[in-house]
């Protein structure tokens, strides 16, 4: 009896150990919050309908960082390790939309500006490299992010281990882990259906014009 005793003793004490150590690590991170966006709503159209943009950004984006916010908070209380793991689908799903949405926001640029501009240099070589066109690319992204059942991400990500770019989804909110993200495309309803109802080729199609290259050049920049 003595040996199974000791190890129940052993359990219950380690347990606010953990429960200290979940909590000050949700504490560390501080509290998230809606980032602003770099254009102004309307500044996507006749692409992204204004009401869209708001819509999107003022109630999804911040229902993720809203959650996720409590999620860490729940954290911050030192939760049993059964709570530790009921509170994980909540931060991945709302860790994974503020991080997408974070991300897409600068993803994109009026096409009066830098939208839908591809210019010589280190992104577009690296494209025609590795899909052989950039129209190519394209067809690829589209088919494979129209093809999501239900919801998802379409990303351009580059591999790190075969140190190219490939076409990859993710489902739901997940963010992208096996690549570095370099563009993505929300193809959430929520992203598109206001305008292109349930198109999402037009939504794909229309989406090229204003993604915002010099950014995504950055990011492949930063890896490479």
Do not use: C
Request: aromatic share 10%; proline share 5%; no cysteine.
């Amino acid at each position: 009896m003595i040996a199974p005793l000791a190890r129940t003793a052993a359990r219950v004490a380690a347990r606010p150990a953990f429960a200290r150590s979940l909590g000050a690590a949700a504490a560390s991170r501080g509290v998230h919050t809606l980032p602003d966006l770099p254009y102004d709503y309307n500044a996507l159209e006749p692409y992204i309908a204004e009401e869209i943009m708001k819509l999107h950004h003022q109630k999804h984006h911040q229902t993720y960082v809203t959650g996720l916010n409590a999620a860490e908070e729940a954290y911050s209380k030192g939760p049993s390790v059964q709570e530790a793991i009921k509170l994980q689908s909540a931060l991945k799903f709302n860790g994974g939309g503020h991080i997408n949405h974070s991300l897409f926001w600068k993803n994109l640029a009026p096409n009066s500006g830098d939208g839908g501009k591809l210019t010589d240099g280190v992104l577009k070589d690296t494209i025609e490299r590795d899909f052989g066109s950039f129209d190519a690319l394209k067809k690829e992204m589209n088919t494979k992010t129209a093809a999501i059942q239900g919801s998802g991400w379409g990303w351009l990500g580059y591999n790190q281990a075969t140190k190219k770019l490939e076409v990859v989804t993710t489902p739901n909110q997940d963010p992208l882990l096996s690549h570095v993200p370099i563009l993505g495309i929300d193809i959430w309803e929520h992203a598109f259906y206001l305008q292109y109802k349930n198109v999402k080729p037009d939504y794909l199609n229309a989406i090229w014009n204003v993604i915002n290259f010099k950014e995504a050049e950055s990011r492949l920049k930063a890896v490479l």
